[in-house]
């Protein structure tokens, strides 16, 4: 996908699923009918 929006609404239409920014799925999750999902395995964790 070019851009997490597109790649949101390609998960609300149902065509698969989506690891994004945590950011970026809570912005486009209030307008849209995804769900958040947190991962947490540690290499979902980003390191600082």
Do not use: K, Q, Y
Request: with cysteine.
């Amino acid at each position: 996908m070019s851009n997490f929006e597109s790649a949101c609404r390609m998960i609300e239409a149902g065509v698969g699923v989506g690891v994004l920014p945590e950011s970026a799925a809570r912005r486009h999750a209030r307008s849209m009918a995804i769900r958040l999902v947190p991962l947490s395995d540690a290499w979902a964790l980003r390191g600082t």
